[in-house]
């Protein structure tokens, strides 16, 4: 609330300024008939325009803008002498008259009830038809734009805030009118209020009016710090709602969009092999998705590598490429692969940004961490990832694991992992329910579907965006999953940690992986989207607000056109249409083998949209010498716009128009180098892909 409170009090002070007037100053004027009829109707509901148009700015924006809308409907214009001279009758009273007035109607106002409702009617019916009036057209207005607003959830706390502080400015322009008619009329009697001659005339206590000024203002501003804060609170990212919650993130992940509603920093860098030159890739606005069109411009006419994925929450936990470990990666030096750049576009919020697609190799790390979770300390972890885009190597793991790339033993991690490894179906059979992919836990030596390992709950999730949740604290572990494009959270486990040795309590270590397993093991497949780890134990509450935003943020298959990037098999989403060896030789054979992110061979541009060539390395995806049989090969052949060249994506199929026939992996064998055929569409496993 701080922030909100400074930036009430804040705008106050501006807006005083502006008018050139002291710093703290409260309306002496009093409005009546018309013109309080336009001035308030103006003021309310262009107020309530602004919180409706503008309900995602900035805090302090807002706040300024509130408070400078009220002080522009109630200039504070001090009383002339000269207006309450003798015998003005109809003009305001001196100052001290009108305070002692007022003082005089808030303290007997209970026992001149009817006297003064009979005033209030008789005399200032206009006023009284015009409150009424006032009232009810503001309750339609508001009913029409609680329908139409897009922040629906917020609208009622953002509507009654404005309308306390507006209704709080009319009663009191009412009171101030009714109060100095009473005073004036001889019909109705005052009791005297610390009486030393005329009631009118007696000096007020010094305090009375003070305390009343700071109670007013107090409400103005606390409300105005309610409007302020709730705000945000429609468009509040998932960090800032884990920081509702009060368990704040310690490292937030993405290439996709920010996780903080402020953050306007760099979601990533690329690196491209031209000339190995480097580019952070930040955002279209604070708050908002990737500059996906930067990184298409950087990397035109080359590839390019993700090379650092930064940390957004300042601790500077960015990942890097992995180093060896346990296990020893395919790149220089035993490194981990860094995940080709384009080879997983998609859409969030219809804007086009890319993935971290992540091949058997490729794996990002952070061995020196700040702020993440160390031996039984409770965490919470989520991530983002594709769901058609797995595998059963070990492990696509997000989250807590060992800060010396090796396996130190049973609970030194805390990773959340998707994928169709079923850990522990070798020991007791049974354990994975269906053919997954699952949500599981990585505890280190075990992927937990829950309890003890088997849990037959968990049933798996296959949608097209998953979001996958792992929270624990000293005693408990709990998983969730669920449908990154629709609908809450499925709890498929939350009980005791597992009763194996070492595992209760947990051991953390602290370090932060990305499509590895802590000690380094590197045969996963995935696509990673965003995620990210907390300090504490999240709330179910919290956890279901952060997937309500992984919905309204809006992930989407990329549109189509032309797209580059790894075309995955159905049969098995570690395997990959492969030029082999990158050849631009005719005659190359195109086969399948492990997605590797080695973009020369595996990074195919692909229509589509329609029917088009299937290009890479300057060449065409060709079906052997214009051939139409069932069994006839593919191969890399120069572009020569022939029909035996030309493709289009119908249902997850290649199909070749000239021929009617399909791409087809021959008997669904993936083993690597097996040369791929066209064949008799059938729908079937074996010839089904998933295009960039």
Not at 275 to 295: H, K, S
């Amino acid at each position: 609330m701080k922030p909100q409170i400074t930036g009430g009090i804040a705008g106050a002070v501006l807006a005083n300024a502006m008018f050139e007037l002291p710093v703290v100053t409260w309306s002496t004027t009093v409005r009546a008939g018309g013109a309080q009829l336009l001035s308030e109707g103006v003021a309310t509901f262009g107020l309530l325009g602004v919180v409706i148009a503008v309900g995602r700015t900035r805090a302090a924006i807002m706040s300024l803008l509130l408070i400078h809308a009220i002080c522009r409907t109630h200039p504070a214009r001090p009383v002339q002498p000269a207006e309450a001279a003798p015998g003005a009758g109809n003009k305001l009273p001196r100052e001290p008259r009108r305070r002692n007035a007022i003082r005089c109607w808030a303290k007997h106002a209970k026992s001149h009830r009817e006297q003064i409702h009979y005033r209030l009617s008789s005399q200032y019916a206009v006023n009284g038809a015009f409150t009424c009036s006032w009232t009810r057209l503001m309750d339609a207005f508001i009913d029409t734009a609680r329908r139409r607003s897009p922040i629906r959830g917020s609208m009622s706390v953002h509507v009654r805030s404005t309308l306390f502080i507006r209704m709080m400015w009319v009663s009191t322009d009412i009171d101030h009118v009714v109060a100095h008619r009473i005073s004036t009329s001889p019909d109705i009697d005052i009791p005297d209020i610390d009486r030393r001659g005329d009631p009118m005339t007696a000096r007020p206590r010094p305090g009375h009016m003070r305390k009343t000024r700071l109670l007013v203002g107090a409400a103005v501003l606390f409300t105005a710090a309610i409007l302020v804060g709730t705000s945000g609170t429609s468009s509040a990212a998932p960090c800032d709602i884990y920081a509702s919650g009060g368990t704040p993130c310690v490292a937030a992940h993405s290439t996709t969009r920010a996780l903080f509603d402020a953050y306007n920093g760099p979601l990533y860098q690329v690196r491209r092999s031209r000339d190995n030159a480097v580019q952070d890739i930040g955002l279209l606005r604070a708050g908002g998705t990737a500059n996906a069109a930067a990184q298409d411009s950087f990397c035109a006419g080359t590839t390019c590598v993700i090379s650092i994925i930064y940390d957004q929450t300042g601790r500077r936990n960015h990942l890097t490429q992995a180093p060896p470990g346990g296990f020893n990666g395919p790149a220089a030096g035993g490194f981990d692969n860094l995940a080709n750049a384009t080879a997983a576009p998609i859409t969030i919020g219809g804007n086009k940004a890319y993935g971290v697609f992540v091949a058997p190799g490729t794996g990002y790390r952070n061995n020196a961490t700040s702020g993440i979770a160390t031996g039984s300390a409770s965490q919470g972890v989520y991530m983002v990832a594709a769901g058609g885009h797995v595998n059963s190597g070990c492990c696509f793991d997000y989250g807590n694991a060992e800060t010396n790339s090796r396996d130190n033993g049973n609970g030194r991690m805390g990773a959340v992992y998707f994928g169709t490894l079923c850990w522990f179906g070798f020991v007791v059979p049974g354990q994975c329910v269906g053919s997954g992919p699952w949500v599981m836990a990585d505890l280190e030596n075990g992927l937990f579907a829950g309890a003890n390992g088997t849990n037959t709950n968990n049933t798996g999730r296959n949608s097209t965006f998953v979001t996958g949740m792992l929270k624990m604290n000293s005693t408990t572990y709990a998983l969730k999953d669920g449908n990154a494009n629709s609908g809450g959270l499925k709890t498929s486990y939350n009980g005791p940690l597992p009763t194996t040795s070492g595992y209760t309590p947990l051991h953390l270590e602290g370090a932060i992986i990305l499509g590895i397993g802590g000690d380094n093991s590197n045969g996963s497949a995935g696509t990673f989207y965003e995620g990210v780890m907390t300090t504490g134990f999240p709330s179910d509450a919290t956890e279901n607000a952060v997937q309500a935003n992984i919905v309204a943020a809006g992930y989407g298959q990329a549109p189509g056109g032309t797209r580059t990037g790894a075309i995955v098999s159905g049969v098995n989403g570690a395997k990959c249409l492969d030029n082999n060896n990158a050849a631009a030789t005719p005659g190359n054979k195109v086969q399948m083998f492990d997605c590797n992110g080695f973009a020369a061979a595996q990074s195919w541009t692909v229509n589509t949209s329609g029917i088009g060539p299937i290009t890479i390395d300057g060449g065409c995806l060709d079906i052997t010498g214009n051939n139409s049989a069932n069994g006839t090969l593919v191969e890399w052949w120069t572009c020569n716009g022939g029909p035996n060249q030309q493709w289009q994506a119908v249902n997850g199929q290649l199909v070749n128009p000239a021929t009617g026939k399909c791409l087809d992996d021959p008997a669904s064998i993936t083993t690597n180098g097996i040369q791929l055929q066209i064949w008799a569409c059938s729908g079937a496993s074996n010839q089904q892909w998933r295009l960039p």
